[in-house]
């Protein structure tokens, strides 16, 4: 009999640029819908989620531009590493989700993609992008804040 895992999340990538290109205003949490060498080459930690963006098509949400590298040891099963992917997300958010991209002009952009209890899943920000000076401010106010720490620390 085969033991359960534990529930706790193995973070496979992050996207750090995101934070940086955008204010994110609400994350969502969504399973993906992958092939079996995909889950592997994950496993193993061959993603990269910096290009990567969902869109909603058909009533359904596709992560675009995400790259997964193919697997070392697959075989002729090994697909596209940025083939699109479909996401699973209940009915209401997408619901949500697509009337706020139309009405705000928001986007969905991956912050995370990680395994919780053997499961891929990936969470989803609705964000909003900045502007230069935004992103100039945010840098100005985390050296104030890390200069503040240092002083402190003395």
């Given amino acids: 009999m085969r033991q359960q895992e534990e529930v706790g999340e193995k973070i496979v990538s992050t996207n750090r640029k995101a934070r940086h290109d955008f204010t994110i205003l609400e994350t969502y949490e969504a399973g993906i819908v992958l092939k079996g060498p995909e889950v592997k080459s994950l496993r193993s930690g061959n993603a990269s989620l910096v290009d990567g963006y969902a869109s909603i098509m058909g009533g ?4 675009v531009g995400t ?26 958010e997408i619901r949500k989700i697509s009337g706020q991209t139309k009405d705000r002009s928001l ?3 991956p912050l995370k993609l990680y395994f919780r209890g053997g499961v891929a899943k990936i969470q989803l920000g609705l964000a909003r992008g900045k502007k230069e000076y935004d992103k100039r401010h945010d840098i100005a106010k ?13």
């Fill in 107 to 109: 986007t969905l952009v």
């Fill in 60 to 63: 359904e949400v596709w992560l």
């Fill in 142 to 154: 985390r050296d104030a804040e890390r200069m503040i720490r240092r002083r402190l620390a003395k």
């Fill in 67 to 92: 790259h997964i590298g193919p697997y070392e040891h697959g075989s002729y099963a090994n697909v596209e590493p940025t083939r699109r992917r479909k996401l699973l997300l209940h009915k209401n």
